[in-house]
């Protein structure tokens, strides 16, 4: 249930802003740098755009390959997988060569982020938007408060770090920290949403629930991740900058 409110709440965002920035029926130069299994670069390639998607786990790309060799002719010539590490973007690509680039859910794993957030904005057009997925670190007490943790919930308040449900230790970011980040790079923010306010502490394995609940589900994540306060305590921020 996590990833589909993830995937449905950054993919409506997303939409969203490309809408406000973009005119109707432009194909856009995409970049998703972290590209996983490939969910939002497919989805941007069905709809008409062309998608460079950039991953460095060899499992991931394979599983990206795989859904891709699925789609129909017209949308596989639309997406090209490469793999790659976040860092190496200028290795990759010229300056200003995408519309938009996707970095979702890669942060975490990265000890200093601005270097790479610096050659993600390189490789955007002027007036390009950049898409950042990041673990909220002012928010990091509610997973282990709410799930009766006391100990961790009190050390996640000074935390920097937590750990995922991979086991692994890894960073969160604070809002304030990127929006200063995002102007030294000259791609200020433009607009944020808060992902996962309510779900974020289902059980692994949770299915989500199926029609007029799921729908009723993804409205009230969505409401809350666009509503203060509420979105200032969700597991996860979507920071959407504009390239100077």
């Known amino acids: 249930m ?3 409110v993830r995937q449905e709440l950054v ?3 997303l939409d969203e802003q490309i809408a406000g920035r973009f005119p109707v029926g432009r194909r856009l130069r995409v970049l998703d740098v972290g590209a996983g299994q490939g969910t939002q670069a497919l989805r941007l390639a069905r709809a008409g755009h062309s998608v460079t998607g950039l991953e460095s786990d060899a499992g991931m790309l394979a599983m990206a390959r795989e859904a ?3 789609e129909p002719a017209g949308i596989q010539e639309r997406v ?3 793999e790659g590490d976040g860092l190496e973007t200028g290795v990759h690509f010229h300056p200003g060569s995408f519309d938009v680039v996707l970095c979702h ?4 794993y990265v000890n200093e982020p601005d270097a790479l957030l610096a050659g993600l904005a390189r490789v955007l057009a002027p007036g390009g938007l950049l898409s950042l997925l990041v673990r909220n670190g002012d928010a990091l007490a509610l997973r282990p408060g709410l799930a009766g943790d006391w100990a961790g919930a009190l050390d996640a308040f000074e935390a920097g770090t937590y750990t995922n449900r991979l086991g692994l230790r890894v960073r969160a970011d604070r809002l304030d920290r990127l929006t200063a980040t995002l102007a030294g790079i000259a791609a200020p923010l433009h607009a944020w949403y ?4 309510f779900t974020d502490g289902a059980a692994d394995g949770t299915e989500p629930p199926t029609g007029d609940d799921l729908d009723r589900l993804l409205a009230a994540e969505d409401r809350a ?3 203060e306060p509420y979105r200032r305590i969700a597991a996860l921020l979507h920071l959407c900058g504009v390239r100077g």
């Open 2 to 4: 996590r990833n589909v």
């Open 11 to 13: 993919a409506r965002q």
């Open 68 to 70: 891709l060799a699925g």
């Open 80 to 82: 090209r997988l490469i």
């Open 105 to 108: 859910g890669v942060l975490m």
């Open 194 to 197: 808060g992902v996962r306010v």
């Open 225 to 227: 991740g666009r509503t």
